[in-house]
């Protein structure tokens, strides 16, 4: 297990995936600061990962985003430089972080040429960070967020579809409440 990532300090681009997974002793990712540019990027299993502050230099994945299973992680605000996530298999999966409150660092994207998915996040409560999304290639599921207001998810989706989206949509499970 990797108590830190600081050995990676000067890596700028990946040219295949960047795996970071199954570190219990892992609480900050502040050594990927350099880190532009990947072929995919998947954070899973870091049950201690409190955040992703260093990750402000990533713009680009031309392969998934995969944020998933992280216990302890109560936001992706280190995401915000994060424009572009295209090429093969270019899908964002945010999953089952129990503490993630909000994708406000996602308001960077813009083009995801797969599709967004956002799947048992217990304690997410807000998803309107990530409206500045130009362009979806596939589909966008929301699915069960308790806490997280059905109709933000139907916002979304609505936001996708006057700029031109023509996807499919999965929007279920989720929780009650105003938008």
């Keep these: 297990m990797l108590p830190n990532v600081d050995g ?23 050594g990927l ?33 995969q944020i ?13 430089g994060l424009t572009n996530v295209d090429g093969p298999s270019s899908n964002v999966h945010i999953w089952d972080n129990d503490a993630l409150i909000h994708l406000d660092g996602l308001g960077g994207i813009t083009t995801i040429t797969g599709g967004l ?21 596939e589909s966008l599921a929301v699915i069960d967020n308790p806490r997280l207001p059905t ?11 006057s700029r031109g989206w023509t996807g499919s949509s999965v929007i279920a499970g989720n929780g009650p409440g105003s938008c």
């Design 8 to 30: 990676l300090a000067a890596l700028v681009e990946v040219g295949g995936d960047l795996d970071i997974s199954g570190n219990d002793a892992l609480a900050d990712v502040d």
């Design 33 to 65: 600061s350099s880190l532009t540019t990947t072929s995919g990027f998947r954070l899973v299993s870091n049950d201690n990962l409190l955040n992703l502050n260093g990750l402000s230099s990533f713009a680009e994945s031309h392969g998934r985003v």
């Design 68 to 80: 998933a299973y992280n216990r302890r992680l109560s936001n992706v605000d280190g995401l915000s």
């Design 117 to 137: 998915s956002i799947r048992e996040n217990s304690s997410l409560a807000r998803i309107s960070g990530i409206d500045s999304i130009t362009f979806l290639g």
């Design 151 to 161: 109709c933000q998810a139907e916002e979304l989706a609505a936001l996708l579809t």
